[in-house]
């Protein structure tokens, strides 16, 4: 027999919320070290094993860059470090917040959302400095510069393709 008085556990949607931080949280990890992996990347200098750090969110472009693609990406990257400082310097704060959120007790689904959002807006912010670095010098190469490119993003893109192939 079932006692009257014993409360019926009521499920949560904990679950969920936990996987979408999970989520979150690796995006933000994974974007902050390709940051930092191209800041300290352009740091380095440029030896002959010193191309643009592979783990930079470039995906298949790094690989069809030239060395003075890398080389120009560098630069223009040094050009705007204050940038990358200050985002990280909000992406931690923003992380704090959701910290808190997470541990605020009664919890509030809003400000933990509000949080996240804060952190896939800054995140949109980084992709697109990395994209409107690419695209500047795509609009600086040559026509002989851009269609080497070309070719060689699409080899990069087959064999991706077919894992490495």
Known sequence: MSDPQTPVPVPTPAATTSRGV????????????AVAGLVLGARLGDG?????????SFGPFSEALSDS??????RALMDRVGEFRT??????????????????EPFDPEAMKSALAALEARNAE?????????????????SEE???????????LRRGGRNGD
């Open 48 to 56: 002959p094993s010193r191309g643009m750090p592979r783990d930079m």
């Open 22 to 33: 999970k989520i979150a949280l690796a995006i933000s990890v994974a974007l902050n070290l």
């Open 87 to 104: 985002s990280r310097e909000a992406a931690r704060a923003e992380f704090e917040t959701l910290l808190a959120s997470l541990r605020a």
């Open 126 to 142: 980084r992709l697109e400095l990395g994209r409107s670095l690419i695209e500047t010098r795509l609009l600086e190469m040559t």
């Open 69 to 74: 693609d890398r080389r120009a990406l560098r």
């Open 146 to 156: 851009r269609q080497a490119f070309a070719d060689r993003l699409e080899r990069g």
